[in-house]
């Protein structure tokens, strides 16, 4: 049998690891687009340079999107790259529609021009639910963005309907809640957090400065959600899936769970910097994960406690050295 071939954008990132990871256990060939830069940031795929085609593309540039299809003759296509940060999204918000909204067109078109039979996972987000109009959100609330980052998704997320009713292609989108890992990233709030918990428990670092500790998030962990992309994509017929815990925890709560883990104290360390706080703040998110448990099977492993506390442990060991 032939292996199935997938091709990964922005497989540098937390959830393109995991999912290359989870894709190679599966048996495919993976492919994955990355963007040229002066020095090469390829951490997280360290591991699995072996095993990986990598062809250099942007979403900026259809040309390049169009020669990665070409080249992987993908079976099926994970569109996870995007500029992903919502704060920054205020500091380059046109910048952030042509990377997280408009990209999303120019790979659907690529895609329509080279390989309309594949299947198409967007990376939507719950942060288009922004100032919410349900609780707990489902597939059907509307969405109310609160940020460029945000509007951004909400494109991306319609064009990929749309794409779907217009031209009958296999395209499914991912409305996933925030999930973390020790692969995040040092600026989202958990990871921020773990890590100062770490560096000031080894002496490394004084103080944690943060933002709006009363936000509440739904958040799970990285690896258990990059199999809800691949289910969605083995469904005869492509629908959009929230993918959630059902659980929602506030920034204040990770960080005592964190500083609890390093054995620290949270008055002896913690500055509240208002500069951190959004120009529009998404207060409280919490999804219900039903259709998805429900269609696809799918339930999430790693609860919110074990989670912050594994990062906690991995950013130890980080830069502890052991
Ligand atoms: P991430 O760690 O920030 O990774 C983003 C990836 O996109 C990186 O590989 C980055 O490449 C790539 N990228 C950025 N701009 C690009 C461009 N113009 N052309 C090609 N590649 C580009 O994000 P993540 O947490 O893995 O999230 C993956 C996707 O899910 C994103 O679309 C994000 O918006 C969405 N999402 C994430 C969450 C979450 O909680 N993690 C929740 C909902 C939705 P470089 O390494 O070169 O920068
Ligand atoms: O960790 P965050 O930066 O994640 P945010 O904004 O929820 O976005 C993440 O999840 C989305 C899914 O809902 C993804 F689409 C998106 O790509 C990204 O992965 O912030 C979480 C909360 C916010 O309310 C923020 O105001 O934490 C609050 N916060 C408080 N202090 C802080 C800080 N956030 C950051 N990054 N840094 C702080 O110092």
Same mark, same amino acid.
């Given at each position: 049998m032939t292996m199935r071939r997938a091709l990964v954008t922005g497989i540098t990132g937390q959830d393109g690891s995991y999912l290359a990871e989870f894709l190679l256990d599966q048996g495919y060939e993976v492919h994955g687009m990355v963007r040229r830069a002066s020095t090469e940031k390829f951490e997280r795929i360290d591991h699995l340079r072996d095993r990986l085609k990598l062809h250099q593309g942007d979403l900026l540039d259809h040309r390049s999107l169009v020669d990665a299809l070409r080249a992987s003759r993908p079976d099926e296509i994970y569109n996870l790259a995007a500029m992903s940060f919502v704060a920054t999204s205020w500091i380059q918000p046109t910048l952030t529609a042509e990377f997280t909204g408009t990209g999303v067109t120019r790979l659907l078109e690529a895609m329509r021009e080279v390989c309309p039979e594949a299947r198409f996972y967007q990376a939507s987000s719950s942060e288009m639910f922004g100032k919410v109009l349900e609780v707990p959100q489902v597939e059907s609330t509307p969405f109310y963005p609160r940020s460029p980052y945000g509007v951004a998704k909400v494109y991306g997320h319609f064009i990929t309907v749309n794409y779907r009713e217009s031209y009958g292609l296999h395209a499914s989108s991912g409305i996933l809640f925030n999930h973390e890992s020790p692969r995040r990233g040092l600026e989202f709030v958990t990871r921020k957090i773990t890590w100062h918990a770490a560096a000031i428990k080894l002496n490394l670092r004084r103080e944690l400065s943060l933002g709006n500790l009363d936000a509440m998030r739904d958040w799970g962990f990285a690896g258990d959600y990059v199999k809800a992309m691949w289910l969605m994509? +083995? +469904? %005869?017929?492509?629908? /959009?899936?929230?993918?959630?815990?059902?659980?929602?925890?506030?920034?204040?709560?990770?960080?005592?769970?964190?500083? %609890? +883990?390093?054995?620290?104290?949270?008055?002896?360390?913690?500055?509240?910097?208002?500069?951190?706080?959004?120009?529009?703040?998404?207060?409280?998110?919490?999804? /219900?994960?039903?259709?998805?448990?429900?269609?696809?099977?799918?339930?999430?492993?790693?609860?919110?406690? +074990?989670?912050?506390?594994?990062?906690? /442990?991995? /950013?130890?060991?980080?830069?502890?050295?052991?």
């Open positions: 994509l +083995q +469904q %005869d017929h492509a629908e /959009d899936y929230v993918v959630a815990t059902g659980e929602a925890h506030s920034v204040r709560e990770c960080l005592e769970i964190a500083f %609890d +883990q390093a054995g620290l104290s949270i008055d002896d360390h913690v500055r509240l910097d208002p500069a951190l706080r959004r120009p529009a703040e998404v207060e409280h998110l919490i999804g /219900d994960p039903a259709k998805a448990r429900e269609r696809l099977g799918w339930a999430p492993a790693v609860g919110f406690e +074990q989670l912050i506390r594994m990062m906690v /442990d991995a /950013d130890l060991k980080l830069l502890g050295g052991t």
